[in-house]
């Protein structure tokens, strides 16, 4: 009997450590129904198990999302009902016809539909709904999974996925966990990043899914977030100190330096990078940009 209640408390254990072993070692489980893929391309996706089927977030390309539905395959046999999109950039938005095939409802928001529209890519589907305004609400089988749209941050139509029950939210881009920003920062509007990383700390959550991370971990949490939004703030001010100083324009990009972060990956390769595309902002105004009312 001791042996029985021992394997039992064990199991519990595993489940709520969030390490359950799979046949699939790229799954790991944060939650209850709740599954994170990552098969190491660089790339992380989410899906729900729910009482009446399955909702995938993030297909990346016909590869990954190949791997993600057998992923879920090897959990369950329920139809996946939802793909969503996080935001319009082919490296995230391919790869949807995998689970267009298998009868799933892709959707994305209306400034990500419309950029992948007028933008086509041989990997990329258009999604088969598109929605506007700040929130939608998914339900499926007693499962909510409420979606956040960004705004000007990165990309076109970016949006936070959160599971209010679960409290969990899944993020792409926005934060890569022990990672300075990604290269010259493409496509990023610093001001509005800002703002959304201060929306999401905002939010009720516990564990977080990233599509991207250089942690060991599986999960990150709120801390990761306030760690971006400060990256993101000291650079700005370490750029205004070296302004100060008289430092020449072109000395700036390699005069900045950040020993807090230095531990974190492509800080020798990136960060001069960072600068440049930050000091450009800073110097020229926020860009891209455009009017609150297109949103």
């Not at 709520?16 to 046949?23: E, M, N, Q, T």
């Not at 041989?122 to 506007?132: C, G, K, N, Q, T």
């Amino acid at each position: 009997m001791n042996g029985v209640r021992l394997i039992a408390a064990t199991l519990v254990a595993i489940l709520l450590s969030g390490s359950v072993a799979f046949a699939d070692e790229s799954l790991t489980q944060p939650a209850e129904g709740v599954y994170r893929y990552a098969p190491g391309d660089g790339y992380i996706s989410m899906f729900v198990v729910t009482n009446d089927g399955v909702i995938a977030i993030e297909p990346v390309n016909t590869t990954h999302a190949t791997g993600l539905l057998k992923a879920i395959r090897s959990v369950t046999d329920k139809q996946v009902v939802y793909l969503l999109h996080s935001h319009n950039h082919w490296d995230h938005s391919g790869g949807g016809q995998v689970f267009r095939d298998v009868g799933a409802t892709i959707v994305a928001h209306a400034e990500a539909y419309e950029w992948m529209q007028a933008n086509p890519h041989p990997d990329m589907v258009l999604p088969s709904e598109s929605w506007i305004g700040k929130r939608r609400d998914i339900k499926l089988g007693g499962t909510t999974v409420e979606l956040y749209y960004m705004g000007l941050s990165h990309g076109y139509g970016m949006t936070v996925f959160r599971l209010p029950k679960e409290k969990l939210v899944y993020i792409a881009d926005l934060v890569t966990p022990n990672r300075v920003l990604f290269s010259i920062v493409p496509d990023f509007n610093i001001p509005g990043l800002l703002n959304s990383l201060r929306q999401i700390e905002a939010m009720d959550f516990e564990r977080a899914i990233f599509s991207h991370s250089q942690t060991r971990e599986p999960f990150g949490s709120k801390a990761d977030v306030i760690l971006m939004r400060e990256y993101v703030e000291d650079l700005q001010g370490a750029i205004k100190n070296e302004f100060k100083k008289g430092t020449s324009w072109m000395e700036v990009p390699f005069a900045v330096k950040l020993p807090k972060y230095k531990h974190w990956a492509m800080y020798d390769e990136w960060l001069p990078l960072n600068v440049w595309r930050i000091m450009l902002d800073m110097h020229m105004g926020p860009f891209p940009w455009r009017p609150r009312y297109v949103e």
